[in-house]
């Protein structure tokens, strides 16, 4: 029963760099194909990349280039690290694995 959580979210101004976490429990990331969504105010959630077991990656199009998604088997943690951040970045951001398994969000304010 895999659960996740997702920290890391903060308010920065625009142009800012944050980085974020989300760690499974009762699995490790290796084993899982796991992907990070957002969700903006009044807005459908959308992908905002992905990541497989072999580490291939898959990115929104619009946010390759800014964003980059990988993972550290030896800290079983999966990472978002976002550069050059609008508002428009705002939004909850969610965890995801297979799709099927989803973390709490954390939220990041880009002002």
């Known amino acids: 029963h895999v659960q996740l959580v997702e920290s890391g979210g903060s308010s920065v101004q625009a142009g800012g760099s944050p980085r974020l976490s989300c760690q499974p429990s009762?699995?490790?990331?290796?084993?899982?194909?796991m992907a990070w969504f957002r969700q903006a105010p009044g807005k459908e959630r959308d992908g905002v990349a992905a990541?497989?077991?072999?580490?291939?990656?898959t990115y929104a199009g619009s946010l390759q280039g800014r964003f980059t998604i990988s993972k550290d088997n030896a800290e079983n943690t999966l990472y978002l690290q976002m550069n050059n951040l609008k508002p428009e970045d705002t939004a909850m951001y969610y965890c995801a694995a297979d799709y099927t398994v989803w973390g709490p969000g954390t939220q990041v304010t880009v002002s």
């Open positions: 990541i497989d077991k072999s580490r291939m990656t």
């Open positions: 009762g699995y490790t990331v290796s084993e899982l194909y």
